[in-house]
């Protein structure tokens, strides 16, 4: 009888909802009490409608009512538990949900199991796993974690614990399948198997970890290569703009000084036309007066009057010439002038098709040097072992340079230099030759100041005219260093060059190979251009200069310039 009263006065004090006694009892405004968790889980599943209701008399409430602890409700609890020797159903995470492992010896609502057994073939809660520790008729069954597939280890045929495995048919089978349809079998026991699967799948471990390092090291590899190309790029795309943003300023700079040249010129011819004209006007007017008064004269009827009053000229004037020669003249110079600046924009263009060519093929290019690697690449230690003197010919140097310093340096110069003319010598342009031969490997470089053209020509190049300046024609090759980029020349075909611009420029000749290579030389060695060609005669070192106050000097190579 009391236990009834017990299990009556417990009801009083159980959720609706988890149907337990109360946990952190709350009670809400309609005067029915729940635990605070399965309430306000109820009610998040109402939030969404903005109306909260009662679970049990359904009177609803808006807004929400904020839960408080029942303090008195829960004081009763814990005396009734006392009272009574009550004990708390269990927390509700304690119970077995859909995807849990139910402990199968549970009555009721079943518990979570914490453990499976391979030789009972059962899961146990807490409560009913404790014999497995305490006695030892379970010492060796083996338990491990949860599983909801315990049926599958037992035999369909003789519906007994498969604790074999048939390596003929590899699949696992019991003791009575290991003497009847496997007899004779290749079978171990599963514990045996499960050894040497162990084994394997260790191994095979050990190779996947491998190779995640192995890949892991890839990626982050690959993550700084796209970052030094990003940064690489970045960089290129700076110095293309300035290199653009300067080859405009220039023709910017150049376009008003052509203006400026002409008008000059223009002033200079009217001004001449102009005095020409107000002379033969002037002698118009005296010779129509003088024809007025020989025509008085030529009217004198009194013959003495007309002796005495008319005297012989002095000169004989002969038929008027009319001077077409400044015209014409002046018109072949604007017509120069037109041309110039047609074969400056011929230039330019060649330069952006050229540089656009070369930058479309330069991606084959490293492509296919990222696999082997570039023929004839060398360090600078491995071509100072070809370096020689070489020294200028004072004799080739056009009028308006200076070579000094043992004929080593060049300079260009404001005023003529007093020099004999000679058949050798460049008329047309700041041009100078080296006076030694080259027709083997050799290498040197040139400290520049200012604008300067480094390069190589064959003896019988022209040394007057337009056709003389180096790289304009196929007797040379020629690499010009502006202030923010190279431009190289050959048969008047440019090609822009992109590299670290610096003061020193290195050059490496395999006459035999027919290579061809210039270098910018800094703090590092970076190869600028590289010509790929066959030389039919032997080539000297040549130098142009632009500017006056450019100089450029013949160095003796160092390795730690």
């Known amino acids: 009888m009391a236990q009834q009263e017990n299990q009556l006065e417990q009801l009083k004090f159980c ?34 409608k903005g109306i909260h209701s009662c679970p049990q008399c359904r009177k609803t409430f808006t807004p929400r ?49 914490i453990k499976s057994c391979l030789f009972c073939l059962a899961s146990f809660c807490e409560k009913h796993l404790q014999p497995h520790y305490d006695s030892p008729t379970f010492k060796k069954h083996k338990l491990v974690e949860p599983s ?22 590899q699949k696992s089978i019991c003791y009575l399948c290991s003497v009847e ?38 990626v982050k590899r690959d993550q700084e290569e796209v970052e030094n190309i990003n940064t690489s790029a970045d960089k290129t795309v700076e110095v293309c703009e300035k290199i653009f943003t300067e080859l405009i300023r220039l023709i910017q700079k150049r376009s008003p000084d052509v203006k400026k040249l002409i008008r000059s010129k223009q002033e200079t011819e009217v001004s001449r036309a102009k005095k020409r004209q107000e002379k033969l006007e002037r ?15 030529s009217h004198t009827e009194d013959d003495v009057q007309f002796l005495q009053n008319y005297s012989p000229p002095k000169y004989k004037l002969g038929f008027p010439q009319i001077d077409l020669k400044l015209p014409v003249f002046y018109n072949r110079y604007l017509e120069d002038v037109k041309a110039a600046a047609s074969e400056a924009a011929s230039t330019v263009e060649d330069i952006l098709q050229n540089g656009w060519r070369d930058i479309s093929l330069a991606e084959a290019e490293v492509d296919s040097s990222s696999s082997s690697p570039q023929k004839g690449s060398k360090t600078r230690a491995e071509l100072l072992k070809f ?23 060049a300079v260009k110069k404001k005023d003529a230099q007093s020099i004999s003319k000679g058949l050798e010598r460049f008329e047309s342009f700041g041009q100078v030759l080296s006076r030694k031969t080259l027709t083997e490997r050799c290498y040197w470089e040139v400290e520049r100041s200012g604008r300067c053209t480094v390069a190589v020509a064959y003896k019988d190049i022209s040394r007057r005219g337009r056709l003389s300046a180096f790289g304009r024609n196929e007797n040379s090759w020629a690499l010009e260093c502006c202030q923010i980029m ?37 703090e590092t060695m970076t190869l600028l251009h590289r010509v790929q060609t066959t030389f ?26």
């Open 148 to 169: 909801k597939n315990l049926q599958e280890n037992i035999c369909s045929r003789h519906d007994e614990v498969m604790k074999m495995f048939c390596r003929t048919d």
């Open 65 to 113: 009512p904020v839960l408080e602890k029942n303090t008195m409700l829960a004081d009763l609890l814990e005396e009734l538990k006392k009272k009574a020797g009550l004990q708390a159903a269990p927390a509700d995470h304690c119970y077995a949900g859909p995807e849990d492992v139910a402990c199968d010896f549970c009555s009721g609502r079943k518990l979570k199991a």
């Open 181 to 218: 349809e496997h007899k004779g079998h290749d079978t171990v026991s599963a514990a045996a198997e499960r050894t040497e699967r162990q084994r394997e799948l260790e191994g095979r471990r050990q190779q996947i970890q491998q190779r995640v390092q192995d890949q892991e090291r890839k």
């Open 387 to 409: 370096s020689q003197e070489i020294s200028l010919d004072p004799n080739s140097a056009n009028e308006y340079l200076s070579v000094d310093l043992g004929n080593k340096r």
């Open 536 to 561: 039919t005669q032997p080539l000297h070192a040549g130098l142009q200069l632009y500017e006056t106050g450019d100089t450029a000097e013949l160095r003796e190579p160092e390795l730690d310039a």
């Open 15 to 48: 959720c609706s909802i988890c149907l337990d006694l109360l946990k952190d009892p709350v009670t809400i405004p309609c005067g029915h009490s729940y635990c605070m968790n399965c309430i306000k889980g109820f009610w998040d599943g109402e939030d969404q």
């Open 283 to 297: 002698e118009i007017t005296e010779l129509k007066k003088e024809d007025d008064e020989l025509k008085q004269l």
């Open 486 to 522: 190279y431009l190289f020349r050959h048969n008047n075909t440019l090609t822009l060059i992109s590299g670290p611009v610096s003061s020193r420029v290195g050059v490496y000749l395999d006459h035999r190979a027919g290579v061809l290579s210039f270098y910018s030389i800094s």
